[in-house]
């Protein structure tokens, strides 16, 4: 799906218009935007800002503040791995490791094929089932390379079939 | 007809539990079978999970963990009717891990379905809001003050001081504001229970509005949790339509607003000001305090900001009084807490229990021990910035004074453990790196302070002048503690300061080299 600077421009004035009366609509607005396209196109930081009364500054300092939004897009599939003490206490600095080699990808980092991205997260709440993480908004527990290298085929073969 | 419980928490999920209860849908209809599948929170035993329930004259029959493999044998055993299986735990109730614990802020959770009103009042729900609206705001509040409740978010303030701070501003816009931005490593009881029983939460939150006379409320949710995301908005919505929430609360003529905020991936939007500045639209940066939030805080309006465990257990203190609630704990911890068991150990969940349980019952006669089987060697409580506690204080009690009094703090009731291959050189190293990924950059000590602490360590663990260095990094973790503006800054050494002094062989034994 490729989407021309000006539709792009209309649904984000669509959406601006949607949190008009709302008190500090910011997040909300990003948030929305980012639902929409993947990320904050780097152009809808103006828009945004003359809209809600913002320096650009702002808009920018909000988007760059928070590690959820993304200035440009990410790949296919989006792999967020916990890196924090919980599933350090049960390998998930191995498990670091072997996603990062078998991506060929550092953290924050998308393949150049744009199938994957490797995302850093500090907890996501699953810290019982340790090593935890989460592909495509989908929770996955007690993660080994193993199980981590199946669910990675399972959502190449998806994403191959939907072309 | 049966009813099958599968749970859908997110916890349950990442096990496979949406895949089971596919399995089992299709083999009941192939079978011919009625069934009504539940698709309810986590009970809390995750080495269990899935684990599934079935409804029987018995009371509810535990199956777990199952797996999609398991589910044609399930209904060869004829579990529909209590049958025999190698999965079969018994009736839940009766099952150690729960019928040793006290289920109070949790008593719903993993029991009903979290979107159904009508589930939530037949097992209690609304009493405390009903009894609430009968009663004068102020007496409201002395009810909470009484029960001894302090902020369950980590930082232990007595809930209904902050709520009589609150009602006592002059009248005209006011906020109730939930903390739901559960980043602690090793903690869980927020998500657990907004996927399990919301409807404690929203209760919760319109108790607060009604006593303090608030007429919104926002919960700060964080974008890590889009399934408790879900749940929290279905349940809001579904009070909506029975008038628990909106323009007239239970026909009392009392509005309340409720809507929910998501984050997006700070940390240090859980320290209150930082969630208030995100709230409103703005890098979370701390605000300086005083003026407090109860008197200055969301808009500029007095708000109540408070944890979700905190709010939910409001309605369940209401409905039974405060002597209730303070019948349970020790000292001036008071009531239950919902402690979480993470990290290396073999059976890892929620477990609510009165304060005062010993580290030792936990990590052991609940968690039995580590999962790898070897010895656990330290635990970190209270989340990235709670200290590391050695294997000789396991018999410290579960209070806030007993672990404050041993250097350490109970934070959000997280406990993480680690066995004795961990190196608390390299977890002294990632509290820095840590505190450097997640500080606002207001405060000096904290943005510059977490990058050279990280090259300190990184000297020490290389062996380069590991004395001098050790020296430095105990200087500046003391500038961090005192000189930060809150408590990521302020908090942040106190891991790196508690693996220095309790194992100092794992950074000094690099200065051989």
């Given amino acids: ?163 | 007809m049966t009813t099958i419980y599968v749970p859908g928490d997110s916890g349950a999920l990442s096990l496979g539990a949406d895949a089971v209860c596919r399995a089992l849908s299709r083999e009941a209809a192939e079978r011919r079978l009625e069934v009504k599948v539940v698709r309810n929170g986590s009970r809390g035993a995750y080495w269990l999970e899935p684990m599934l329930e079935v409804s029987s004259e018995r009371g509810r029959l535990a199956y777990g963990p199952v797996s999609v493999a398991d589910v044609p044998g399930l209904f060869d055993a004829r579990w529909l009717e209590g049958g025999a299986h190698r999965l079969l735990l018994g009736p839940t109730d009766e099952l150690p891990w729960f019928a040793n614990q006290q289920r109070l802020t949790f008593e719903r959770v993993g029991v009903i379905d979290p979107r159904s009103v009508a589930d939530y009042v037949a097992h209690g729900g609304y009493q405390g809001l009903r009894r609430a609206l009968s009663m004068d705001p102020a007496a409201v509040v002395d009810r909470i003050v009484r029960s001894g409740l302090r902020g369950r978010g980590g930082a232990a303030f007595p809930t209904g001081i902050k709520w009589k701070t609150v009602l006592e501003q002059p009248p005209g816009q006011k906020y109730v504001t939930c903390n739901a931005d559960e980043g602690d490593s090793g903690t869980f009881s927020d998500r657990m229970l907004i996927e399990g029983d919301p409807l404690s939460l929203i209760e919760g939150m319109t108790i607060a509005a009604i006593a303090v006379g608030a007429t919104h409320g926002y919960i700060y949710l964080r974008a890590e949790y889009p399934h408790a995301w879900r749940t929290l908005t279905q349940a809001i919505a579904a009070a909506y339509t029975a008038d628990y929430l909106g323009g007239d609360v239970m026909g009392s003529g009392r509005r309340f607003e409720l809507e929910i905020r998501v984050g997006a991936g700070a940390y240090i939007c859980g320290e209150e000001t930082s969630m208030l500045e995100s709230l409103e639209g703005r890098r979370g940066e701390v605000r300086v305090r005083p003026p407090l939030p109860a008197v200055k805080g969301l808009f500029g309006r007095p708000t109540i900001v408070n944890n979700v465990i905190t709010l939910a257990t409001v309605p369940l203190i209401v409905r039974e009084g405060a002597e209730f609630y303070a019948g349970f704990g020790m000292g001036r911890s008071r009531g239950t807490l919902p402690l979480q068991l993470a990290g290396n150990i073999k059976r890892g969940g929620l477990i609510e229990r009165a304060f005062g349980l010993s580290l030792r019952e936990i990590l052991y006669d609940y968690g039995g021990g580590s999962g790898s089987g070897r010895p656990i060697r330290a635990v970190q409580i209270g989340g990235p910035l709670g200290a590391y506690v050695p294997a000789a204080q396991f018999d410290t009690p579960v209070d806030y004074e007993a672990l404050a009094a041993i250097g350490a703090m109970l934070g959000h009731g997280g406990i993480v453990a680690f066995d004795d291959t961990v190196d608390m050189a390299r977890m002294a190293r990632y509290a820095m790196e840590f505190c450097a990924i997640e500080s606002c950059g207001k405060c000096t000590p904290c943005r510059i302070g977490s990058t050279r602490g990280v090259e300190i360590i990184d000297h020490i663990i290389a062996g380069h002048d590991p004395q001098g260095n050790l020296e430095r990094l105990e200087a500046l973790c003391e500038l961090m503690v005192q000189g930060s503006l809150c408590g990521l800054g302020g908090m942040a050494p106190f891991p790196v300061q508690s693996a220095m002094k309790h194992f100092r062989e794992d950074f000094s034994a690099r200065a051989q080299h």
Avoid: W
Wanted: proline share 7%.
């Fill in chain 1, 1 to 163: 799906m490729h989407t021309s600077a000006v539709d792009r421009n209309h649904d984000i004035r669509r959406i601006l218009a949607q949190f008009k009366d709302r008190p500090g609509p910011l997040l909300e607005v990003l948030h929305t935007v980012q639902a929409a396209f993947g990320f904050i196109p780097p152009q809808s930081i103006s828009l945004i800002a003359e809209h809600l009364n913002l320096s650009r500054a702002e808009v920018h300092g909000v988007v760059t503040f928070y590690h959820h939004f993304r200035c440009a897009p990410p790949g296919q599939h989006v792999l967020q791995l916990c890196r924090a003490e919980s599933c350090q206490a049960v390998g998930a600095e191995a498990l670091a490791a072997h996603a990062r080699a078998r991506l060929g990808v550092d953290f924050h980092e998308s393949t150049p094929d744009g199938r994957f991205s490797l995302e850093p997260v500090y907890c996501l709440g699953n810290c019982a089932c340790s090593p935890a993480v989460m592909l495509d908004g989908r929770p996955y527990g007690r993660v080994t390379p193993e199980r981590l290298d199946a669910l990675l085929r399972e959502a190449d073969r998806a994403a191959g079939g939907n072309g």
